[in-house]
T-cell receptor
Framework: GEDVEQSLFLSVREGDSSVINCTYT??????LYWYKQEPGAGLQLLTY?????DMKQDQRLTVLLNKKDKHLSLRIADTQTGDSAIYFC?????????????FGQGTTLQVKP | EAGVTQFPSHSVIEKGQTVTLRCDPI?????LYWYRRVMGKEIKFLLH????????ESGMPNNRFLAERTGGTYSTLKVQPAELEDSGVYFC???????????FGEGSRLTVL
């Protein structure tokens, strides 16, 4: 299967941490991605993780990967109002670098001041 | 450097009419992809060009959709005749051969009435 599941909505207060979760079914992917879509804008690659890694940290962003459970999460520390956007989890179809991505439905993050 | 540009940003047409969406990839990017997000659902792959050749068109919904990339530069996606279920946001993305990072455009929103 190639389904990617995400919760649809998350609301946090400014300064709190946000955790966006994602589960997937295809375990052959080499890369797993998080994309961000701000209102009126295109998709922006936020971060990615290799499938042989458990964790990747990039400033306020922490990606955790549990391959056994096929679970990916994105943690945003000290969430700001500018982080309000739709966040899409995605993985490549198969194990080759084709650019054919399987996306989840997207999680809308609302940050309240 | 210009990013991926798409035109029009929004198109409203009636059922049965024809619409042509255009994508200009980043200069030098041989890979070009079309994706679609329908009614707040997941973003789905439509097809992949390498230069002017269709590498993978497994995601094209039916023969009402025709994608071209003459000359290997910009691409068009024509929907003829449009149906109500074609409404959604059509994203174009491009990448260099051998790299995994896709650069997305802002999308073309199609509304079929």
């Amino acid at each position: 299967g190639e389904d990617v599941e995400q919760s649809l909505f998350l609301s946090v207060r400014e300064g709190d941490s946000s955790v966006i979760n994602c589960t997937y079914t295809d375990s052959s992917s080499t890369y797993l991605y998080w994309y961000k879509q701000e209102p009126g804008a295109g998709l922006q690659l936020l971060t990615y993780i290799f499938s042989n890694m458990d964790m990747k940290q990039d400033q306020r962003l922490t990606v955790l990967l549990n391959k056994k459970d096929k679970h990916l999460s994105l943690r945003i520390a000290d969430t700001q109002t500018g982080d309000s956007a739709i966040y899409f989890c995605a993985h490549e179809w198969g194990s080759s670098n084709t650019g054919k991505l399987i996306f989840g439905q997207g999680t809308t993050l609302q940050v309240k001041p | 450097e210009a990013g991926v540009t798409q035109f029009p940003s929004h198109s409203v047409i009636e059922k049965g009419q024809t619409v042509t969406l255009r994508c200009d990839p980043i200069s030098g990017h041989d890979n070009l992809y079309w994706y679609r997000r329908v009614m707040g659902k997941e973003i789905k792959f439509l097809l992949h060009f390498v230069k002017e050749s269709k590498q993978d068109e497994s995601g094209m919904p039916n023969n009402r959709f025709l994608a071209e990339r003459t000359g290997g530069t910009y691409s068009t996606l024509k929907v003829q005749p449009a149906e109500l279920e074609d409404s959604g946001v059509y994203f174009c993305a491009s990448s260099q051969v051998g790299t995994g990072e896709l650069f997305f455009g802002e999308g073309s929103r199609l509304t079929v009435l």
